[in-house]
């Protein structure tokens, strides 16, 4: 069995995927943490075009990307714990919504780390977060306990920072949206999600994590002073 | 007798309405299964998104009926398939439909195992694949839109991006190709990769003339320049290849509106 490494960061959600779907898998790896203020050596020459985290190391081979990952664990351990659907059309569905999640992350990074104070609704930048949450829960979601139906899979990992991460967000800008009243049956998921034990046993501790996303915040905020998407 | 006659004919008759329908369902099937089996791809000339699909199909001899789109006027099957985004393309296969290109390659290459793979099939190697085809779509193809979508000094700092991570890309081929760049390609060696590099760079020439300035060329990016060459010479390429006028009057078009904004 070649060595299996992971160099992540503690708060990272793309980080928490990748352990998600390794430890779903069974797969045993060596986890390093990595200091995003001071970047080892070992990441950039691992991930040397982008020097981000997640990065897995396999028999010495570097694979970068948080999604390129998840599919390289697929691909290579394709006996235990499928995280896609068999079938190719539902397979097709999964990495849909996949990139969907991908593609509009960046809107929902800016509505809640870039603008400055505007904490209701009436903010274009959350309303988009607002629509955003409503697509996944109608059209993905529907009335499934989870993404991948009754097990979690890949699209669920793919989702799982809005089971916590986000938590942490709405709290840091002081808004409710992911709430019983407004998403029902996203915010079941996200509740469910946090009970699978590989998930409940693999999460950051939450009072670190906000206080390590107001921190993330207020550098942005300090970078971008006038920002207004 | 005449009894006798009148039960055998009538057998006979109930033997040839029984024949007859049992043809007629292997008809309606073989229909059903013509139409099941029936590949649609709804697109845009302009997109390089759809050309990737239609080079998928093409490389891997899949037959496909083509439906042009107009964005200013969706069809009601555009808005069925792809209610999410509401764009093209989107390939309709079984009667279901598979949208976004990145999807809809790996979808062609895992249905369609009879004809040239796209993807490698080796998990590094597939690893490898979709990490630069990601890196060629975000961070050099976006990057070039901004290029077209901007001016002054906005303009030029992504100018600086797109030649930086060109570079970027340079280097990778030498371990793409490391016996180099083959002069001549044909259809059936080519993958996704390939398809990415084409369908965003490879009228890059037309992309320069609108833009003003060379970014792929024997200079700055030899390596990448003798790959797009040796790629737009293969017939299914050339063929999909877009007409120069309209090219460049629809770039035009993007550029100014984007400007007047």
Redesign the interface.
């Known amino acids: 069995m070649e060595e299996v490494t992971l160099l992540g960061f503690w708060p990272s959600p793309y980080s928490h995927r990748v352990i998600w779907a390794l430890k779903l898998k069974g797969v045993k790896y060596e986890y390093i943490e990595e200091d995003l203020g001071n970047k080892s050596d070992m990441l950039l020459q691992y991930n040397p075009?982008y020097k981000k985290i997640p990065v897995l190391v396999?028999g010495g081979?570097p694979?970068?990307?948080s999604?390129?990952?998840l599919?390289?664990i697929e691909?290579?351990w394709p006996h235990t714990y499928p995280l896609l659907p068999k079938n190719?059309?539902e397979?097709?569905l999964a990495?849909?919504w996949i990139?969907?999640g991908e593609d509009k992350g960046y809107i929902i990074f800016s509505a809640f780390f870039l603008v400055s104070e505007e904490k209701d609704l009436g903010d274009a930048g959350m309303k988009e977060v607002l629509e955003f949450l409503k697509?996944l829960e109608e059209?993905a979601l529907g009335d499934k306990k989870f993404f991948g139906g009754d097990k979690i899979g890949m699209v669920d990992i793919a989702y799982g920072w809005l089971s916590y991460f986000f938590k942490g967000m709405e709290e840091m800008r002081g808004v409710k949206l992911l709430e019983p009243s407004t998403l029902p049956r996203l915010h079941a998921w996200a509740e469910n999600f946090k009970q699978v034990s590989v998930i409940k046993d693999n999460l950051p501790d939450y009072t670190k994590l906000l206080v390590h996303l107001k921190s993330v915040r207020e550098k942005m905020t300090a970078q971008n002073p006038t920002s207004k998407k | 007798m005449v009894e006798v006659y009148q039960q055998v004919l009538y057998i006979k008759l109930d033997q040839v309405a029984l024949d007859f329908s049992i043809q007629e369902k292997e008809l309606s099937k073989k229909r059903e299964m013509a139409e099941e089996n029936k590949v649609t791809l709804h697109g845009l000339w302009l997109s390089s998104y759809v050309k990737r699909v239609e080079l998928a199909l093409k490389i891997k001899g899949i037959p496909y009926e083509y439906v042009e789109e107009d964005m200013k006027n969706k069809s009601p099957q555009l808005l069925k398939y792809n209610p999410v985004h509401k764009m093209v393309p989107i390939l309709v296969h079984n009667g279901k439909p598979i949208v976004e290109s990145s999807v809809i390659l790996e979808y062609i290459d895992e249905t369609w195992k009879n004809g040239p793979p796209l993807l490698p099939r080796d998990p590094y190697e597939r690893a490898q694949v979709r990490f630069w085809a990601s890196f060629v779509q975000k961070q050099l193809f976006e990057t070039m839109i901004s290029v077209l979508k901007s001016e002054g000094e906005a303009q030029q700092k992504v100018i600086k991006e797109l030649l930086d991570k060109l570079k970027v890309l340079e280097e990778e081929i030498k371990k793409i190709f490391p016996e180099g760049i083959p002069t001549s390609m044909n259809h059936e060696t080519v993958g996704l990769l390939d398809i990415m590099v084409v369908t965003c760079f490879g009228p890059h020439e037309v992309q320069e003339e609108v833009l003003g300035f060379k970014f792929i060329d024997t200079e700055k990016t030899p390596l990448l320049f003798s790959w797009l060459k040796a790629l737009n010479e293969i017939p299914v390429v050339k063929e999909a290849t877009y007409p120069r006028e309209k090219l460049v009057e629809a770039l035009k078009y993007i550029r100014q509106v984007s400007l007047n904004k």
Do not use: C, L, S
Request: charged share 25%.
């Open positions: 075009v396999h081979r694979i970068a990307e999604f390129v990952i599919q390289y691909d290579t190719a059309h397979r097709a990495r849909f990139k969907f697509i059209h």
